[in-house]
């Protein structure tokens, strides 16, 4: 028997909110005064039994999860036009039927513009995921962003390769993933200006509030791009949790504050590591990087 506290639900007798269930009867009793309230409840489990997951997925009668990376997101049907449903051989007369409405299925598939614009929206997005290594769960929420601008007409007058750039970049900045925007665009056919103004129009008008970035998803990137051993990036870590709790970073580029992190738990440990090297791992200039080292090593006072 298996204890559960239901928040709708009470006992009529008593009034208790300890309701017990009991798998074996299908009944649901009262844990105070002893009331059955329901009987003959349904179970809602398989009937058959799997002891390995090889045999849960064989024995398993449903389809795939949907998907909203996947245009139709995955609730398509397939007219197979060779043997029916007892695996039989079809006759001639039946084959070409079958290749009949095989066609017009396929046709009618892409037919309105909107299946055609997310046809062509969820390839861009599948290959750009492909290129930055991205997982699937942020791929999913870049597909749903975009929907929703769809929803919202934002596609009107703007390229689709824009849109999709700009909601993979909102996914990532979402979900916290340590992706720039020169990341986004550099594997985009679409330049910066733009991916950025659809960015901020995403925003926007789907009202979401952006978490801000944090320097530290940046260290081991930049860190690994640069030969730094782990030595130097624990030391790099601990400077820059200093840095936050005195509010050093907000309102600065991460990728700026971080390498200068780096930079400094470098020279504090005696690794030769150039600022070159090290700017060029993390795609800023020698100046923000100098800059940044200037005013962190002012005030946190690591002279």
């Known amino acids: ?23 074996i009867n ?14 003959n409840t349904l179970d809602r489990a398989p009937e058959w039994r799997a002891y390995t997951l090889e045999e849960r997925r064989s024995k398993s009668r449903t389809g795939a999860p949907i998907r909203y990376s996947n245009f139709d997101k995955g609730l398509h049907t397939t007219i197979h036009c060779f043997r029916d449903a007892s695996g039989n051989s079809l006759s001639a007369k039946a084959k ?32 750009l995921s492909e290129k930055l290594h991205v997982s699937s769960s942020i791929k999913e929420l870049a597909a749903v962003i975009y929907r929703k601008a769809l929803d919202e007409d934002l596609s009107r007058g ?36 733009e991916v950025s103004r659809v960015y901020r129009l995403l925003v926007r008008t789907l009202k979401i509030e952006m978490p801000s970035h944090d320097p530290l998803n940046y260290v081991s990137r930049i860190a690994a791009k640069a030969n730094i051993p782990g030595e130097v990036q624990g030391v790099a870590v601990k400077i820059l949790r200093k840095a936050k709790r005195k509010r050093l970073t907000m309102g600065k580029d991460p990728l700026g504050v ?7 738990a ?5 690794e030769n590591v150039t600022q070159k090297e090290i700017s060029e791992a993390a795609g800023v200039t020698e100046v923000t990087l100098r800059n940044r080292k200037k005013e962190l090593i002012e005030k946190l006072d690591l002279l």
């Open 1 to 23: 028997m298996q204890k559960l506290q239901m928040k709708n639900d009470e006992c009529p007798q008593c009034g208790s909110l300890h309701l017990v269930t009991d798998g």
């Open 158 to 193: 703007r390229t689709i390769a824009g849109i999709i750039a700009a909601a993979l970049y909102v996914a990532c900045r979402f979900t916290e993933t340590p992706k720039t925007l020169n990341d986004i665009v550099r594997v985009s056919s679409r330049s910066r200006g």
């Open 266 to 270: 470098c020279h504090k440990e005696g």
């Open 96 to 127: 070409r039927r079958a290749w009949r409405l095989r066609k017009w299925q396929n046709s009618t598939r892409v037919r309105d513009s909107r299946n055609r614009n997310l046809m062509q929206a969820m390839n861009e997005l599948q290959m």
């Open 258 to 264: 971080a390498s200068a992190v780096l930079y400094i």
């Open 26 to 39: 299908g009944e649901v009793v009262c844990s105070q005064c002893g009331l059955v309230i329901i009987e």
